[in-house]
């Protein structure tokens, strides 16, 4: 085996461990695009950015080379293209998977400087979008629980109750910003809401976080069910 041979099979082998890294984060967290998923953009975009440096190497080089970084870009279009299919809509009208698209996004540029050699690029970035997938949800939480804006999903035993509802809401200094009607349970007859608050109050700005005001809410009777979206 040459050198040049084996120096390939590190780069590909370099971007499947680290592209199998993040892929069992979001396998585990059961997100749409697992393993396996993480595994193939990260190879097919090393083998891309491989192909397209030995192509540079050869005679072809001579001949004019501009054209041949179009490969690169293709396979970061290619990419965004397929991690956009991680994207869903849920039945609350939300969409979910930005991170799993993004994560899948970046795991095609660390695939990409695999091939191209760039190991210590490679491995930090990896690493660092290790941490931001696992450390960074506990700071977003934190963050949303103590904002002043926050969405609700409602439940209500009938939609008369909606009224009250709302009365309520502005009793505990709570502005409602829009309200929705979710059209996805029309068959359940339940009555359901999508509504965006904003905290107006001084004191429940500075003592009630968003869990705290919602579990007072679904004391109400006629609350089926509420929680933060």
Not at 38 to 57: D, G, H, K, P
Request: hydrophobic share 50%; charged share 20%; with cysteine.
């Amino acid at each position: 085996m040459s050198p040049e041979t084996g120096e390939i099979i590190i780069r590909i082998c370099l971007a499947v461990a680290l592209s199998a890294v993040i892929g069992c984060e979001r396998s585990l967290k059961l997100h749409s695009a697992g393993l396996r998923t993480f595994m193939v953009m990260a190879t097919a975009s090393c083998a891309a950015m491989l192909t397209e440096r030995m192509l540079l190497s050869g005679d072809i080089a001579k001949e004019g080379s501009g054209g041949l970084y179009l490969i690169s870009a293709a396979v970061l279009i290619g990419g965004a293209s397929i991690s956009v299919h991680a994207l869903f809509r849920n039945a609350r009208n939300q969409i979910q998977g930005l991170t799993t698209a993004a994560a899948l996004w970046g795991c095609c540029v660390i695939g990409m400087a695999c091939g191209a050699g760039f190991y210590v690029i490679a491995v930090f970035s990896a690493l660092m979008l290790l941490l931001c997938l696992i450390m960074m949800p506990w700071m977003e939480d934190l963050l949303r629980e103590h904002a002043n804006r926050f969405e609700i999903h409602l439940e209500l035993v009938e939609s008369t109750y909606l009224k009250d509802f709302i009365t309520t809401l502005r009793r505990l200094g709570l502005k409602i910003d829009d309200i929705e009607l979710n059209r996805s349970y029309r068959e359940s007859k339940l009555s359901v809401y999508s509504i965006s608050l904003s905290i107006d109050s001084p004191e429940l700005k500075k003592y009630k976080s968003h869990s705290q005001i919602i579990e007072a809410l679904s004391s109400l009777d006629y609350v089926l069910h509420i929680e933060e979206m």
